[in-house]
């Protein structure tokens, strides 16, 4: 079945050491998206890519950063992580102007 | 900044029909509405879209009032499985359909 492919589902890391979470889609939908949802909040928009133009929103901290090298796959980098970046991160696609879909989500665990 | 405002909690009997609240008083004309849930740990799952008409489909119905300054999500025959955290979003299509998340109404379906 298509859908929405996020790896790993569950991620430990340190303190201030980078790490990189992963998202594919096999819906050849242009329009992927990343969220950040802490414990007992709403999904908070980060960003999003419209093929390859990335659109920051004015609130996401410069410690996160995303690449989309082609349609399938878009990665979230977390370049220093700290305590409050521990959350699970969705990653969504969608066609412009259509419904999103959204992957399982990776939970991130700071130590 | 999420646009809708929702209860923060309901409860409905199995097997009665469960009518989830929104209100969008901003809401502009090109703006949809759009329902998703989000079961424990899991991704937002699509429910249903409409503009400004009543749109029905398999899962649910969704009846937006003549000004579209407010909606409400039907659940026909509420299962414990509806048991989830529903969220109302307004959105305009653009490059993406940004969705800026409220913080949803958590409803459960009591045996």
């Known amino acids: 079945d298509a859908m929405v492919i996020q790896n790993p589902r569950y991620q430990v890391t340190q303190f201030g050491k980078p790490v990189t979470l992963s998202c594919s889609q096999t819906?050849?939908?242009?329009?992927m998206y990343w969220y950040q949802q802490k414990s007992s909040q709403a999904p908070k928009l980060l960003f999003h890519y419209y093929d390859k133009d990335f659109n920051n929103e004015a609130d996401t901290p410069d410690n996160f950063q995303s690449r989309r090298p082609n349609t399938s796959f878009c990665f979230l980098d977390i370049r220093s992580p700290g305590l409050g970046d521990a959350a699970m991160y969705l990653c969504a696609t969608s066609r412009v102007l259509n419904t999103q879909y959204f992957g399982p989500g990776t939970r991130l665990t700071v130590l | 900044d999420a646009k809708t405002t929702q209860p923060p909690s309901m409860d409905c009997a199995e097997g009665r029909a469960a009518n989830l609240p929104c209100n969008h008083s901003t809401i502009s004309g090109n703006e949809y509405v759009y329902w998703y849930r989000q079961i424990h740990s899991q991704g937002p799952q699509y429910i249903i879209h409409?503009?400004?008409n009543n749109e029905t489909n398999e899962m649910a119905s969704l009846i937006i009032t003549e000004d579209r300054k407010s909606s409400t999500l039907i659940l026909p025959h509420a299962t414990l499985r509806d048991t989830a955290v529903y969220y109302c979003?307004?959105?305009?299509?653009?490059?993406?359909?940004?969705?800026?998340f409220g913080t949803g109404t958590s409803l459960t379906v009591i045996p």
């Open positions: 409409g503009l400004k």
């Open positions: 979003i307004v959105t305009f299509p653009n490059t993406g359909n940004q969705f800026y």
């Open positions: 819906l050849n939908h242009n329009v």
